[in-house]
């Protein structure tokens, strides 16, 4: 009990000075472009209606959404394939490392040609960035799987799907968490990006609105909601991490106890 | 039932030529409990890996009941060497124990009963729920031989299974292995670098030379079938059958080396 409130307070803490500190500083502010905290959080209620919450938040999440799991469904599927097969990935390394350099805020206006400015552009967009480290670390998690294990599968006769889903995927789920967990802030920030070219909604699309519309706290509180995403976000990543990879962090804290 | 014909392996790769097994021919009846040794580096793994199906000889053949062995054969079950990468970490034991068994068709209540009775057989009935990698050394290795017997294997091939644990649980898991033979009928073939355990193991051993590897001496162990560790050891024809064993393969490595 005493130490879960202790924790509790180191959580807390870092962020609360953060915010008195944002609070005390932009008090007497009167520069129009760094409004007040105080003034900021007024505005939230005002912008942040339910309205608002189910015409521009609600369809951004569903992209990212939309996207990211396109990207984790592709990434993982072709990635075991490269990752299982030594020619496959002889031919397809190359390419990988070109693709991947690509930063992915360029292919939105090559994406757009293609799929146009709708929802389509968007989640081609999110899934196109997120897919690679996904993609990437499946591969080498794939390839990671111990030899010893893939002979005493192969020795029970255990082959085709049952292996993929008892050996592979699950000998690899670490790595492919890695590269779902670094997906996630690429589809923010894709998700973000891609409404701000070319959108009628969406937090992207917002944003850039109160911007042009000098309607600076407005502004501000957009992007708190979209901090509050990210956030939330990633606490809901970690909460399914924990569940799926249990063993995983069990496995690695006994190894430390007894190297 | 075992036929091992002018078995050979020659390692081939990057330029290298390793001739690990030159020539093994042997059989083993059906029922029996056979001890390979030989010296660390002659080949025990590659010709066990051949028995099981797992490496494919460059020479000879491997008869299971008149038939060739070619891949892992069904009625086949194999304990590594390495027992704490043979189990699979992201599952519970029971389910490690479980897994050969869903390739079988098998109802579920009978899969049920074969892992309940494997668990028991080695004394970790209590371990179901567990991860191995919660589970000491010895405890692993039992976990594995419980997954290999609830195979229901005609023959089960073991690679210096006790290699890894201390002296009182190595004790342990001999006496556990004569025990399962003795209750099961099983036909067991059983590699160890270790003399004493070798003789007191088999009801037949087989000394292998140095590599190039070559069978050098096949005799009987004519000590009663009831043994423990107390008096076996300390019987006069233990210590004499050791002491010869241990000849053998003192001259097969001076042979090597004088070659
Ligand atoms: N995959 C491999 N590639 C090349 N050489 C190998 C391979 N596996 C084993 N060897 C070599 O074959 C010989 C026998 O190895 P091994 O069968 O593991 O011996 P043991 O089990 O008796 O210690 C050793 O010299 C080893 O270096
Ligand atoms: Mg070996």
Redesign the pocket.
């Known amino acids: 009990m005493r130490r879960a409130l202790l924790r509790l307070v180191f959580t807390v803490a870092l962020p609360a000075l953060l915010v008195t500190v944002w609070w005390v500083a932009s008090a007497g502010s009167t520069d129009v472009y760094w409004p007040p905290l105080r003034t900021i959080l007024e505005a939230f209620p005002d912008v942040w209606t339910a309205e608002r919450l189910r015409g521009d938040v609600l369809p951004s999440v569903l992209r990212l959404a939309g996207g990211y799991a396109l990207a984790a469904v592709v990434g993982v599927a072709l990635g075991t394939v490269i990752g299982s097969y030594r020619r496959v990935r002889a031919v397809c390394e190359p390419v990988l490392e070109f693709l991947r350099a690509v930063p992915p805020p360029v292919l939105v206006p090559v994406i757009m040609l293609f799929a146009g400015i709708g929802d389509t552009m968007k989640v081609t967009v999110i899934a196109v960035g997120c897919v690679w480290p996904v993609l990437l670390n499946t591969v080498e998690g794939v390839r990671a799987v111990d030899p010893v294990m893939a002979e005493t599968a192969r020795s029970y006769g255990i082959t085709g799907v049952a292996r993929l889903r008892n050996l592979v995927l699950r000998s690899a789920s670490p790595q492919i968490f890695a590269g779902l967990r670094q997906a996630l802030s690429i589809g923010i920030i894709l998700m973000v990006i891609s409404e701000m070219f070319a959108a009628s909604n969406g937090l992207g699309f917002t944003i850039v609105q109160f911007q042009r519309g000098f309607a600076i706290p407005d502004m501000w509180t957009g992007i708190l909601v979209l901090g509050l995403l990210g956030f939330l976000l990633s606490v809901v990543f970690q909460w399914v991490e924990r569940r799926v990879l249990g063993w995983y962090h069990g496995l690695r804290a006994s190894a430390r106890r007894s190297p | 039932m075992l036929d091992v014909r002018g078995l050979k392996k020659v390692?081939e790769?990057s330029g290298r030529r390793?001739e690990?097994v030159r020539d093994l021919t042997f059989t083993v009846d059906a029922g029996e409990l056979v001890c390979l040794v030989?010296p660390?580096?002659?080949?025990?793994?590659?010709l066990l890996k051949c028995v099981g199906g797992l490496l494919t000889p460059s020479g000879g053949e491997v008869l299971l009941d008149g038939r060739k062995v070619s891949g892992p054969p069904p009625g086949m079950a194999f304990v590594f060497q390495e027992y704490g990468r043979s189990l699979f970490p992201w599952m519970r034991v029971g389910e490690n124990v479980e897994l050969p068994l869903k390739q079988k068709d098998l109802s579920k209540a009978r899969r049920r009963e074969l892992v309940r009775d494997a668990l028991e057989s080695v004394g970790l009935a209590d371990a179901v729920g567990a991860y191995p990698w919660q589970l000491s050394g010895g405890m692993q290795q039992r976990v594995a031989i419980a997954r290999a017997l609830a195979y229901e294997p005609r023959v089960l091939l073991m690679d210096e299974p006790f290699a890894a644990v201390d002296a009182q649980t190595r004790a342990d898991l001999e006496d556990l292995v004569r025990g399962l033979w003795r209750e099961r009928g099983i036909t067991i073939l059983f590699v160890t670098h270790d003399i004493d355990e070798a003789v007191y193991l088999g009801e037949r051993v087989i000394v292998l030379s140095a590599?190039p590897t070559v069978v050098r001496e096949q005799l009987k162990v004519d000590l009663p079938v009831e043994r423990d560790q107390l008096h076996t050891r300390v019987d006069p024809r233990f210590a004499e059958l050791r002491t010869h064993v241990y000849e053998q393969i003192q001259a097969a490595k001076k042979g090597a080396a004088a070659s």
């Not at chain 2, 660390?40 to 590659?46: L, P």
């Open positions: 390692y790769g390793v690990a030989g660390s580096g002659c080949g025990k793994t590659t590599s």
